[in-house]
């Protein structure tokens, strides 16, 4: 089967620079995704990682390391709306898709 | 508008009674998937569809079953509700086959009492 760890929570100011990681276990590994859910929301599509390296979109950006199962998302420039839960998911073999645990940011003033 | 809906979006019924959840996505999208989440378990894979009449079952299928008869639509079914299946379920879907980047409905809380 397929597990994934990413950090249960993280706090930080407004302007700051956050990363969550995830490091996965998967058999058949095909792609790392990341979503953000707001309280009392759906979650919503940020990034895709298929190939080792850095994905940047605006101010966050996605990386993955298949070597050693791992990936991070990167936030940069906190803002206020950025407090959220944020989900690593992996694709494995049959177009099944793992979600970790998310990781909840609280943005301070 | 794209957009996936779900019907209804909060339910409360008795246990063995049974209820279907609708979906539907009119973004032409082929792959759809439903999901629960539980605090502290995050989402979990219940069903997923490939295409119409293609479904296959996630890591959380079982007391579900789902039907892809038409490309918009994939209800989830309950045949006989238990408490443990209270939860907040969402559908979803995404254009290409895979469901790397997916699209996501309201969500629906179900209470099973």
């Known amino acids: 089967g397929q597990s994934l760890e990413q950090p249960s929570e993280v706090t930080a100011v407004e302007g700051a620079i956050v990363q969550i990681n995830c490091t996965y276990q998967t058999s058949g590994f095909y792609g790392l995704s990341w979503y953000q859910q707001h309280d009392g929301g759906a979650p919503t599509f940020l990034s895709y990682?298929?190939?080792?390296g850095l994905e940047e979109t605006g101010r966050f950006s996605s990386f993955l390391s298949r070597s050693d199962s791992y990936g991070y998302l990167l936030l940069q420039e906190l803002q206020m709306k950025d407090s959220a839960s944020y989900f690593c998911?992996?694709?494995?073999?049959?177009?099944?898709?793992?979600f970790g645990g998310g990781t909840r940011v609280l943005v301070k003033p | 508008e794209a957009q996936v809906t779900q019907n209804p979006r909060y339910l409360i019924t008795v246990t063995g009674k049974k209820l279907t959840v609708t979906c539907s996505q009119n973004m032409n999208h082929e792959y759809m998937s439903w999901y629960r989440q539980d605090p502290g378990l995050g989402l979990r894979q219940i069903y997923y569809s490939m295409n119409v009449e293609v479904t296959d079952k996630g890591d959380v299928p079982e007391g579900y079953k789902v039907s892809r008869k038409e490309k918009r639509n994939f209800p989830l079914i309950l045949e006989s509700p238990s408490p443990n299946q209270t939860s907040l379920y969402f559908c979803?879907?995404?254009?290409?086959?895979?469901?790397?980047?997916?699209?996501f409905g309201p969500g629906t809380r179900l209470t099973v009492t």
């Open positions: 998911a992996v694709k494995a073999a049959g177009n099944k898709l793992t």
């Open positions: 979803a879907s995404s254009l290409s086959g895979t469901p790397y980047e997916q699209y």
């Open positions: 990682n298929a190939l080792d």
